[in-house]
């Protein structure tokens, strides 16, 4: 597609142009963002904004058009989400990361025929979220391929692909104004010493330092520090702040090289054996499986236990269907359903930590899309969506699992949307993971390849279930934290074939994924998958932590706990999809880890 550079000048900004060229992206044009003429820097927590002397040249060197504008806003949304959570075009006046919106509606306008965007965010969920956010409003696809790399790795790579920058700003423990100007190849054996001392973030993740890229292999000249000046804003035992004042700057042209970048591998080791395991579809499956005809058209149902509600069989009975309604109409009377039987207890559509759709065909699903994205903004609630034998004039169905709580700032929420070579980006309007009352619902996970969102090809049920392991894998390890590591409660492995059933579950005994063998695990055939895959993934964790009380003070706490499993179908808190899956109650020891 094309697309447009989102540059800061540093390294990681230039960096993953790279990384779009070799994706076969075209590069049309660059935009940045920088203080008002005659200052040098502005306290910016989205954007950097010393070095903006530079830019120009960086733009020239890249031989590409850069529009600019001036930063006006401020940090006034500093939460983990960034708008509204009913509509995704709402706004935070004021903000700073509305006047990205403001530049790249502008270029926009220029260029209509751009698609995407480059941004090379790292691990700031605060930066990526932002500009998200911004694309989504603009119908632009953001292109993020080091988005969750290892920072030790990129830096490694950074230089052995020819990229040169040069140090510009130093604000972490350990680095000094002596630092200012030096090279990435220079300069990395002190911060992998810093990294390893202090804990300095290696690609400067945590601020503690800025870059300018003064050559890389795209661009067609290179540019030359004739004349620079240290500027210190503070010096300290513990960390000097200063910046390079780059007083007199030059581009020289320079011959034009091939170049080759490393793109990490699409599997990792723990999923590398399952992506080889050969799917023997002869096993007999007969006395394996249990067949459950289409349901019968019932009401719509729903139960609470404690802070949780769950809502099921929602869809357009004929009592109320009426006639003639388009799919698009189904949809909003599904919702108005669900919403009122929310409303009973007090809740709202916000408060759903997963939604399971079900419809008549998957011919269906961009229609679907289409008008449920309008009653979500950001972080919607996680989801699976599949085809399946409906009664007849039924094609949409939604089983809701909503949860109370004492507010919704106690649900959290991984809804990522850039391409990347990390997990799919999501295809629909859902979150990858939601995260409440301690319970992490993973959204169903297809075997897509990251960086393209496409399947495999040649087509291999090993291998599409390899890799939709490794996404929920890879999305628990980003909702994760230092203090919890997560167990597994349920999985649910949605099948397209009915064969590909119990040698699948022979493939996965034999891989012993970890906490699967402990956890409940139901395999599920449907009529249709989205993007005709063969296999999705869909799971639920528990973060391992549990409220605690202080007998002494009365005081309460999250603290870790170690699991103790049993077997059996004791049911927490009542069943949810549709009947279909019943989570596993847990008992908690009060031994910590």
Not at 320 to 329: A, D, K, P, Y
Not at 511 to 517: A, D, G, I, L
Request: hydrophobic fraction near 40%; aromatic fraction near 8%.
């Amino acid at each position: 597609m094309k697309y447009l550079a989102l540059l800061s000048g540093g390294k990681d900004s230039c960096y993953n142009l790279l990384h779009c060229h070799h994706n076969g992206h075209t590069l049309i044009a660059a935009a940045s963002l920088g203080p008002a003429p005659g200052k040098e820097e502005l306290d910016s927590y989205l954007y950097q904004t010393v070095g903006q002397d530079a830019i120009e040249l960086v733009a020239r060197a890249l031989d590409v058009p850069l529009y600019r504008r001036v930063i006006t806003g401020s940090a006034i949304e500093q939460g983990s989400e960034y708008g509204s959570r009913t509509c995704i075009s709402t706004a935070v006046n004021g903000d700073e990361t509305e006047d990205l919106y403001e530049l790249l509606s502008s270029v926009k306008s220029e260029h209509p025929d751009i698609q995407g965007v480059s941004v090379g965010a790292i691990l700031s969920n605060y930066q990526r979220v932002r500009v998200e956010h911004v694309c989504r409003r603009l119908g632009l696809t953001p292109l993020c391929y080091l988005w969750q790399r290892n920072q030790g790795s990129l830096l490694s790579e950074m230089i052995e692909a020819g990229l040169e920058a040069v140090i510009i700003k130093v604000a972490g423990i350990g680095l000094t104004v002596n630092h200012l100007g030096r090279t990435l190849a220079e300069m990395e054996p002190t911060l992998r010493k810093l990294n390893n001392l202090y804990g300095l973030h290696i690609c400067g993740e945590g601020g503690e330092y800025e870059t300018l890229t003064i050559d890389c292999p795209l661009f067609k000249h290179k540019i030359i520090l004739e004349e620079v000046e240290n500027v210190i804003h503070s010096d300290n035992a513990f960390a000097t702040v200063a910046f390079l004042r780059m007083k007199k700057l030059q581009l020289t042209p320079k011959v034009p090289t091939t170049f080759t970048i490393t793109v990490p591998p699409l599997l990792d080791d723990h999923v590398i054996s399952l992506s080889t395991t050969s799917i023997d579809l002869t096993l007999p499956t007969q006395g394996k499986m249990r067949t459950i005809q289409a349901h019968p058209l019932v009401p719509a149902s729903s139960v609470a236990r404690g802070p949780w509600v769950s809502i099921s069989n929602v869809q357009v009975t004929h009592n109320n269907r009426g006639s003639g309604l388009t799919i698009e109409e189904e949809v909003r009377e599904c919702f108005a359903i669900a919403k009122d039987l929310l409303a009973q207890y007090g809740l709202d559509l916000l408060n759903c930590t997963i939604i399971n759709c079900y419809i008549s065909s998957m011919d269906l699903f961009a229609q679907v899309n289409a008008i449920y994205s309008t009653f979500f903004g950001s972080s919607p609630p996680a989801r699976a969506c599949v085809g399946v034998d409906l009664p007849e004039s039924v094609n949409v169905r939604l089983d809701c699992l909503a949860f109370s709580g004492d507010s919704l700032g106690n649900r959290q929420a991984l809804h990522v949307q850039g391409l990347s070579y990390w997990a799919p980006a999501n295809i629909g309007p859902y979150s990858q993971a939601i995260l409440a009352d301690e319970r992490v619902f993973i959204s169903g996970q297809i075997g897509l390849i990251p960086s393209s969102l496409t399947l495999p090809s040649p087509r291999s049920m090993s291998f599409e279930t390899a890799l939709a392991c490794q996404h929920v894998d890879r999305i628990a390890q980003a909702m994760g934290s230092s203090d919890w590591s997560g167990y597994t409660q349920g999985v649910i492995y949605w099948h397209s074939n009915a064969k590909t059933v119990v040698p699948l579950k022979q493939a996965l005994k034999n891989q012993n994924p970890p906490n699967e063998p402990l956890a409940a695990i139901i395999f599920i055939v449907v009529k249709e998958l989205p993007k005709d895959a063969l296999v999705e993934k869909q799971v639920l964790l528990h973060t391992g932590r549990r409220l605690m009380y202080d007998s002494d003070d009365g005081s309460s706490s999250l603290r870790p706990c170690r699991p103790l499993f049993m077997e059996g179908m004791n049911e927490y808190p009542g069943k949810f999809y549709n009947g279909v899956f019943t989570v596993l109650q847990r008992y908690y020891s009060d031994q910590w880890k």
